[in-house]
Nanobody
């Protein structure tokens, strides 16, 4: 069973930064690829960034150069560092296994609100 706890969201002005954290059950952390997804009001959930078990990363074009996904193996945590935030980044952000097609359940996510 996948257990995830997302945190770090909040309200920030455009141009600011936030770091999201996702605490993952230790028994599944090392063997899976992980990703951050987001869902804005009225829109479908979309992939933001992913990181493979070996550490290879991929990003949606809309966040390339601004967001960084990385893992802390000692703490079995996946982070998303978000810099130069834009109002279009406003969404609920979710951490889960990658790809989304194998996800069985979604957590509550963490709200990120970027004000202009």
């Amino acid at each position: 069973q996948v257990q995830l706890v997302e945190s770090g969201g909040g309200l920030v002005q455009a141009g600011g930064s936030l770091r999201l954290s996702c605490s993952v059950s230790s028994h599944i952390f090392s063997f899976n690829a992980w990703a951050w997804y987001r869902q804005a009001p009225g829109k479908q959930r979309e992939l933001v960034a992913s990181i493979s078990a070996s550490g290879r990363t991929n990003y949606d074009d809309s966040v390339k150069g601004r967001f960084t996904i990385f893992k802390d193996a000692a703490k079995t945590t996946v982070h998303l560092q978000m810099n130069r935030l834009q109002t279009d980044d406003t969404a609920v952000y979710y951490c889960n296994i990658f790809p989304a097609e194998v996800v069985r359940t979604w957590g509550q996510g963490t709200q990120v609100t970027v004000s202009s």
